[in-house]
């Protein structure tokens, strides 16, 4: 299939060199030039803009930054679309701003998906992203070819924004969780017992979890290298809030961790992974 | 001075109406032009032509984007008002937004400032309002004498922005002293106790305050029509926890009551009193 491929960053490069791998016919544009060029070394096509990676394309992925650029990019790609062109997003926006997105392009006669990933860069590198997608029936069958391409666990889970709003949900499993792990691990602490000991004694019970199993073990390691960057946490938990805010739904748990990560990010710990809430909480009980 | 007002709601028609009684010649644009029959001014067709005719221009609407329109949409003030003119924007927005509107303006050197105010409706009848403005200080001297046709205490807070900065922090720590007045209210009638009596005994101690007083009254009559329309705190808790998102900081309570009066508007309540931050309570 020809797929055009918008965004080449952390996420979207390793995504686009799969897409090469699986033997389909890849035109790229990233706003920076130079990061096309692994792709084109590759053996992708490099195009000028969204809207000339729209003609040669059948299918149109984005991932970028946040729903201002998916909004813009994708209008430059109905400029250039040709009938049938099914467009997607892989980015996290909020879900009223993807829901928005796919009326514009439906006016202009194109099928939209909207379909973030979890998984992060080791799961683009390897090629097992969870995909979740919001979308009509028939374009999603259209797309599929090349989600099988990036992820493993594909679900189509809607109409639009019904992938959005699925990410969402994820954003508040993995925020509220890593920071009940952190408040876990700084209660054992603080009360003298082993943390390594606490988690693997719990990894038996009902509180297991991946996030247990996998941040419990950094927390312990003390590793803070990135992993999810807790900046990007705090801005997906800003689309949670904000989406609370407009439907009327009390979230206390989210509310109390998006605070954690607003301080998280106004006090120099917004480059570090996810897991530094534990410093945060550390800080707070004189751990520190 | 002719002076112009847009946005003649409960609030911002008793406003006009002190400038009109102060001496000053009134000129008013309202997208329903119902709205502003039987007020002693001129209607005029479009934000740009009361720019036109208006050295001071006052906004009181309900948000950043009505502001936005009125001062820099198509037929807006910029389209009409005089270098040197100044719009004295009341509404409460964000903070960033009140900076980003001041610079755009500035482009025609039409001045603004944010002037947000507190107090209420009764506040804006009695001409008793706080008003907290960002701004020129320069700027601030020269319309001085229209704000204290509307309000008594008239704080220069700082530059564009810090009026709105003020107003968020008014709105934190007064709804979340509604949402304590109802948890107190509510601990009182679980334990058997009469509300009513509490909150006279608390009247006279260190947890005396103007929302206690005002708010707890009604609470304890369980009268819940506004007042304070509860949609309005709601919609300025978006601004504030906005605000404190974009600054990085943690504001664990304001994040909580945030949430109850996600609850309130749930239930339907929002046309009703703050005060209903009882009946939220009563739901668990």
């Known amino acids: 299939m020809n797929i055009g491929f918008l965004g080449l960053g952390i996420m979207g490069r390793p995504m686009a060199l799969n897409l090469l791998k699986g033997g389909h016919s890849v035109t790229v544009w990233a706003r920076r030039a130079e990061s096309m060029q692994p792709l084109l070394d590759a053996g992708a096509r490099g195009a000028a803009n969204p809207s000339e990676v729209a003609q040669a394309s059948e299918l149109v992925i984005s991932m970028v930054a946040d729903a201002p650029d998916v909004a813009e990019v994708m209008r430059a790609v109905a400029a250039g679309a040709k009938p049938g062109l099914v467009a997607v997003d892989m980015s996290t926006i909020a879900p009223a701003a993807a829901r928005q997105i796919g009326e514009e392009l439906a006016a202009a006669g194109i099928d939209f998906i909207d379909a973030p990933v979890s998984g992060g860069e080791v799961g683009a590198i390897a090629g097992t992203l969870s995909i979740m997608a919001g979308g009509s029936e028939s374009a999603f069958a259209k ?104 439907l009327g739904l009390c979230l206390p748990a989210s509310a109390a961790t998006a605070q954690m990560f607003n301080a998280m990010v106004g006090s120099g710990l917004g480059e570090e992974d996810s897991i530094a809430v534990l410093k945060l909480l550390e800080r707070l009980s004189g751990q520190a | 001075m002719n002076v112009g007002f847009i946005g003649l709601g409960v609030m911002g028609r008793p406003m006009a109406l002190h400038l009109q009684r102060a001496g000053h010649e009134l000129f008013v644009w309202a997208r329903r032009p119902a709205s502003v029959e039987g007020l002693p001014a001129s209607l005029c067709a479009s934000p740009a032509e009361l720019g036109r005719r208006c050295e001071v221009v006052f906004t009181m609407v ?214 209903s931050l009882l009946r939220v309570l009563e739901l668990a």
């Open chain 1, 143 to 246: 797309t599929k070819p090349a989600f099988e391409c990036i992820g493993k666990n594909i679900v189509h889970v809607g109409e639009s924004g019904a992938g959005q709003v699925t990410k969402a949900a994820n954003q508040i499993l993995t925020g509220v969780g890593v920071l009940a792990v952190a408040e876990a691990m700084a209660f054992a602490a603080k009360n003298g017992v082993d943390g390594s000991k606490v988690r693997e004694a719990l990894m038996g019970g009902f509180a297991a979890s991946r996030i247990l199993e996998n941040h419990g073990q950094r927390m312990l390691d003390r590793n803070f290298k990135p992993g999810f960057k807790s900046w990007m946490h705090e801005k997906d938990l800003n689309i949670v809030m904000q989406t609370a805010h407009e």
């Open chain 2, 62 to 275: 309900t948000s950043s984007r009505d502001v936005e329109s009125v001062c820099l949409g198509k037929d807006g003030l910029i389209e009409g008002m005089a270098p040197g003119a100044v719009v004295v924007d009341c509404s409460t927005i964000a903070p960033d937004a009140a900076r980003r509107i001041a610079a755009r303006l500035g482009e025609k050197q039409i001045e603004m400032l944010d002037a947000p105010v507190s107090g209420g409706a009764q506040g804006a009848i009695d001409a008793t309002l706080a008003i907290m403005v960002g701004g020129k200080a320069a700027v601030l001297a020269r319309v001085l004498p229209l704000l204290e046709c509307l309000g008594q205490r008239i704080v220069h807070v700082g530059p564009n922005g810090a009026g709105q900065v003020a107003k968020a922090c008014n709105q934190m720590i007064m709804v979340a002293a509604i949402q304590a007045a109802a948890e107190a209210m509510r601990l009182a009638a679980a334990a058997g106790v009469d509300c009513a009596k509490v909150r006279q005994a608390l009247a006279g101690g260190s947890a005396a305050s103007r929302v206690l007083d005002v708010m707890g009254e009604r609470m304890v009559r369980r009268d819940f029509a506004a007042g304070i329309e509860a949609r309005l705190h709601h919609k300025d808790f978006g601004l504030v926890l906005g605000a404190t998102r974009q600054s990085g900081v943690a504001t664990p309570l304001a994040a909580v009551v945030g949430q109850q009066l996600n609850a309130l508007i749930a239930q339907g309540w929002g046309r009703d009193d703050t005060s």
